[in-house]
C-alpha cells in the first residue's frame, strides 16, 4: 500500500490515458479518472485497467475540475497525486515518490514538486525554458487546493513544507499541432479572464505558492503584463528562442518558441484588445 490516490482529469483522451494508467502501477493505490464528457474510448480503457471513473460536467476550468474531486471522490488516502493523461511516470520516477511519501508521511512535509520533461513534435525539449519546467503535483489530502485561477492555475498549501523530486515526468504531445492550436486558443481565452480578475480582486498570496509558481506568478503578473501589448510577445520569443537557448532544441524548439510567443502570446494581447474596446463602448452607451 502506498497510500495514493492519484487524479486524472480527462476528454478524449484515448490516445494517451493507457500509458498513463499503467505507470502509475506500484505507485497509486487508487487511480480516479474524473471526466467532462468523453466521446471516445477514454472511459472504456480507463475502467479495464482498474481505474474508477467518475463524472463532472461542465467544465468550467482546470482548478475548479480538480477542486470537485477532491471534494466528490472520496478519498481516504495520506497523499493525492495530480497526474494529466498524457504524463508518464518513470520507473526511477515511480520509485522515488512511493519512497517520499512513505518518508515524510507523518512530518510537516506536505507537498512535492516535480520535474518533468516535456515532449513536441517528437521532441524532448531541454532547451528554451522549458526544462526543468516545475510542477507541485503531491500533496497530503486536506492541506492543498488549486487557486481559483482559469489559467496558470497552482496548487496552494495551507501549510507544512515542500520538498523537491529528483527524476523526471514525461510528457507527450501525441494529439498533434490541430490540438495543440484549438487547446491555446481556449488557454488564451482562460489567460484574459484572469488578466483582468487579477486587476480587480487581486493575485494569490505569494506566500502560499511553492518556489517555482512565486517565480511565475512574479513575472507574469508583475513584469510581462507591464511592458506594451504585442511587444511583449516578440521579446518573449528573443527570450525563449536566444537567450534561454532554445535554438539548440532544433526544428521543434524554434516552431514551439514562434508558436508560444506569435500565436499564444500574441493571441492573449488581441484577445485584451478587444476586450478593451468592448468595454469602452459599453461605456459610452
Not at 511519501?101 to 528554451?128: P, Q
Amino acid at each position: 500500500m502506498t497510500d495514493i490516490t492519484a487524479i486524472i482529469l480527462t476528454k478524449n483522451e484515448d490516445v494517451n490515458i493507457e500509458r498513463c494508467i499503467k505507470s502509475l502501477n506500484g505507485v497509486a493505490d487508487r487511480i480516479c479518472v474524473v471526466d467532462s464528457g468523453s466521446t471516445d474510448r477514454t472511459i472504456e480503457i480507463a475502467e479495464s485497467l482498474g481505474a474508477e471513473v467518475f463524472y463532472h460536467e461542465p467544465f468550467n476550468h482546470y482548478a475548479a475540475q480538480f477542486n470537485w474531486a477532491l471534494d466528490n471522490v472520496d478519498i481516504k488516502t495520506t497523499w493525492v497525486y495530480r497526474i494529466d493523461a498524457d504524463e508518464e511516470v518513470t520507473p526511477k520516477l515511480a520509485v522515488e515518490i512511493v519512497a517520499a511519501c512513505k518518508e515524510h508521511r507523518d512530518d510537516d512535509v506536505n507537498g512535492f514538486v516535480m520535474k518533468f520533461l516535456i515532449a513536441f513534435m517528437g521532441t524532448f525539449l531541454k532547451h528554451g525554458g522549458m526544462y526543468p519546467f516545475y510542477n507541485l503535483t503531491i500533496f497530503k489530502f486536506g492541506k492543498g487546493r488549486y487557486e481559483n485561477r482559469a489559467m496558470g492555475e497552482h496548487i496552494i498549501l495551507s501549510e507544512g513544507r515542500i520538498l523537491d523530486l529528483e527524476n523526471d515526468c514525461l510528457h507527450y504531445d501525441f494529439k498533434g499541432l490541430d490540438a495543440w492550436v484549438n487547446k491555446h486558443n481556449w488557454y488564451a481565452t482562460r489567460e484574459v479572464a484572469d488578466y483582468f480578475s487579477t486587476r480587480t480582486v487581486g493575485q494569490a498570496d505569494p506566500n502560499t505558492l511553492y518556489h517555482e509558481a512565486r517565480k511565475t506568478s512574479k513575472l507574469r503578473d508583475g513584469f510581462y503584463y507591464r511592458m506594451p501589448k504585442f511587444l511583449r510577445a516578440k521579446l518573449y520569443f528573443w527570450y525563449r528562442y536566444y537567450f534561454k537557448l532554445g535554438f539548440l532544441d532544433g526544428k521543434a524548439g524554434y516552431v514551439h518558441a514562434y508558436l508560444q510567443a506569435y500565436w499564444f502570446r500574441f493571441l492573449v494581447d488581441a484577445k485584451i484588445m478587444e476586450q478593451e474596446i468592448k468595454s469602452k463602448q459599453q461605456n459610452k452607451k
